[in-house]
């Protein structure tokens, strides 16, 4: 398994698509926080806080992540390596777990340099170190359950198909029903009383309370949750080729 984890590791960071994924990450973040004339603009709005960085970043994500997964198992479907990897001695989750390590990975590499962000704020604040520390890293870990769970999304996506065009657009859609879709569902007001169970469903309610700085086990549980349906989603998807 961790043979396959750092290939696909290197196959990341190896090629363009690693260094693009996070050079694109890095650069719509900072212009909207350092240099567009938006409300995230952090020298406009003159406060000592990175909340743009948080608001910002799952939206970047939707995109960004599917374009990372997407070739995950469609291009080796698409090459045919995937009834060769399939006959290596390890078992199929193994196969998923690397191949979504390796992903979240990526994800890890791309957030990492966001920290020179934290340190120049840290440093502009008045007085200096003027900057709610806690509650940025209580975020960070709610962006970093985000991620995670967007990956699973990305890997399922990729599993059921066998063109990386399909996967992407497909995980696309499910990453934005799963973070956004379940409060205009519930915002909607049609179900009554289970009108509160389906927002909780989304991904947006549970990362907005982990980004006030507040780690809440239900919220902890519920990124673990989603995460661990789709690894099996996944597992059932590529199990289903030997019926």
Not at 202 to 210: A, E, R
Request: proline share 2%; hydrophobic share 55%; with cysteine.
């Amino acid at each position: 398994m961790f043979t396959l984890l750092k290939k696909e590791i290197r196959s990341f960071l190896s090629s363009l698509i690693g260094y693009i994924t996070i050079a694109v990450f890095l650069l719509v973040i900072s212009l909207f926080m350092w240099v567009l004339q938006t409300d995230s603009n952090l020298l406009d709005n003159g406060y000592a806080n990175i909340d743009a960085l948080f608001i910002l970043a799952p939206w970047v994500f939707l995109f960004l992540i599917p374009a990372i997964t997407m070739r995950s198992f469609a291009d080796e479907k698409k090459s045919g390596t995937i009834e060769l990897l399939l006959t290596r001695p390890i078992t199929d989750l193994q196969i998923i777990l690397a191949k979504y390590l390796a992903g979240f990975v990526l994800v890890l590499f791309s957030l990492l340099p966001t920290l020179i962000y934290y340190f120049s704020i840290h440093k502009l604040g008045s007085p200096v170190g003027n900057i709610d520390t806690g509650g940025m890293w209580g975020s960070y870990i709610g962006l970093l359950f985000l991620g995670a769970a967007f990956v699973s999304i990305g890997i399922f996506a990729s599993a059921i198909t066998d063109n990386q065009v399909v996967s992407f657009i497909l995980a696309l859609f499910l990453c934005f029903f799963i973070y956004i879709g379940f409060d205009y569902m519930g915002s909607f007001a049609l179900f009554g009383k289970i009108d509160n169970v389906i927002y909780a469903l989304g991904i947006n309610n549970h990362y907005i309370s982990m980004s006030r700085g507040v780690i809440d086990t239900r919220d902890i549980i519920y990124f673990l949750s989603l995460i661990t349906l789709f690894i099996f989603a996944t597992r059932t998807v590529l199990e289903s080729r030997k019926w």
